[in-house]
């Protein structure tokens, strides 16, 4: 009796001390059972489960969970749908059907969230590229070469696609025409020479250019009002991503597109504005080679195999003196001297004294792309003076004008520091052509 109030006062100084909520579940009285309780009771029953009761003489008498061979008596319901199609489709609900798929297929809002329901092997075109690919692995992994033609052959007549030999003399008339067409146009771009082709290029160089990237972009122009194109400076003509001109200017042309050279550290910090940073990426353009993309810094030079055959190309964007003075070398005619030189001055040797021409090239591609070796791309000169002289007469063409203008505001006898308005945009200009003559003096020198 006292165990029992004992524990009894003990459950209430509990139930008190944790606010009014009753706390004590796991409190035993004394005169319980609590050496199993119904956790403990249900695991012991689980590991009997697995094992059958069995009688004395060995027959089971309870199958153990889930081994019983009583068959349960079943019965199928006498319905017409059990032995009929279960899923049929008419010729005309299949054309309705394809029809309103293709037009929803152009959408590109729309978003097919239920295939498996559809008979959609019903309705694509078996003369898609698609199915001729697969149809062309398929019959070149079931009917080898070796076993179609030669001395193996496993069949007297191949099977061909063709069905005369005037049709596979216009076939291959045809394969040879778009062959030529592909050389001609390679030449014409610069990127293949007489009677060759370029090889094909290497995956590096596809990199930047996969739809989560170019999602990327599109989810910040969305999402921003004034977009910032950085430029290189020493390039930018190069560097210019027209296809995200061309979408803002048909897509959002009421935002604002600014192009900034190298400049970012001129912004003032007191200017409050939010930035959003996007993946880089590559536009894809036809005409550009595989060293166009590489010396703008798109490719990592340690990703390229055979570096070296890309020194040609950067020491004809560096001048003579400048690459002589970053290197201290000299002397050398073509870009595998000059990388021996460079590799031979710096240590930069093999196995047997051979000089390593893969690391010189990495090296100095890594100098062009970060600024050790000056250069840059001069823009391309109208034959109409559109360029830079052309620029230069506008300007002195429109300070003239400004000049009159500001002259007839004036009296007839009043003059400007001793000149006229006319005879003031006469001596500019002359100041003008003077600082010209002397810049074209110095560039040559």
Not at 194 to 201: I, T
Not at 339 to 355: C, F, T, V
Not at 414 to 420: D, F, Y
Request: charged letters at 35%; glycine letters at 6%; hydrophobic letters at 30%.
């Amino acid at each position: 009796m006292g165990s029992f109030k004992k524990e009894s006062n003990r459950r209430a100084r509990k139930i008190e001390a944790a606010g009014g909520s009753d706390g004590m579940q796991n409190v035993k009285v004394k005169g319980e059972n609590f050496y199993r309780d119904a956790k403990k009771l249900k695991r012991l029953h689980m590991y009997k489960e697995g094992k059958a009761q069995r009688d004395a003489q060995g027959n089971i008498t309870k199958a153990a969970s889930y081994q019983s061979r009583e068959v349960p008596s079943a019965r199928i319901e006498p319905n017409r749908k059990w032995f009929g199609n279960t899923r049929t489709i008419s010729q005309e609900a299949l054309t309705a059907f394809q029809t309103a798929m293709k037009e929803q297929a152009k959408d590109p809002r729309s978003v097919l969230l239920r295939r498996n329901k559809l008979p959609m092997s019903l309705i694509q075109d078996p003369d898609a590229k698609t199915s001729n690919k697969e149809a062309n692995k398929i019959k070149v992994e079931t009917e080898p070469f070796a076993q179609t033609f030669g001395p193996k052959a496993q069949r007297k007549r191949p099977k061909l696609a063709v069905e005369s030999m005037a049709a596979l003399m216009d076939e291959t008339e045809k394969n040879r025409t778009s062959y030529d067409d592909k050389i001609q146009d390679a030449i014409e771009n610069g990127t293949a020479a007489e009677g060759m082709v370029q090889e094909a290029r290497e995956a590096v160089f596809s990199k930047g250019q996969s739809k989560r990237i170019w999602n990327e972009l599109y989810k910040v122009i969305d999402s921003s009002d004034v977009i910032l194109h950085v430029l290189d400076a020493r390039n930018p003509l190069g560097t210019r991503c027209r296809s995200v001109e061309q979408y803002m200017s048909k897509e959002c042309p009421h935002k604002h597109l600014v192009f900034v050279l190298n400049k970012c550290d001129l912004v003032p910090t007191g200017v409050a504005i939010f930035l959003i940073d996007c993946p880089g990426i590559v536009p894809p353009s036809n005409s550009d080679t595989t060293t166009d993309i590489l010396l703008r810094g798109v490719v990592r030079a340690e990703k390229v195999e055979n570096p070296a055959q890309y020194i040609s190309a950067l020491l004809e964007k560096c001048k003579q003196h400048h690459v002589e003075r970053t290197y201290d070398v000299k002397g050398w005619k073509d870009p595998n001297q000059f990388l021996e030189l460079l590799a031979r001055k710096g240590g930069r040797l093999l196995k047997g004294g051979e000089p390593d021409y893969d690391g010189v090239a990495i090296m100095v591609i890594n100098d062009f792309l970060r600024g050790k070796l000056p250069w840059f791309t001069p823009c391309d000169v109208d034959d109409k003076g559109d360029g830079k002289e052309g620029s230069s007469r506008k300007r002195k063409a429109e300070d003239a004008a400004e000049g009159d203008a500001d002259a007839s505001f004036a009296d007839d006898g009043e003059e400007w520091g001793g000149l006229s308005g006319s005879d003031a945009a006469d001596s500019a200009d002359e100041d003008n052509e003077e600082e010209d003559e002397e810049e074209e003096e110095e560039e040559s020198s």
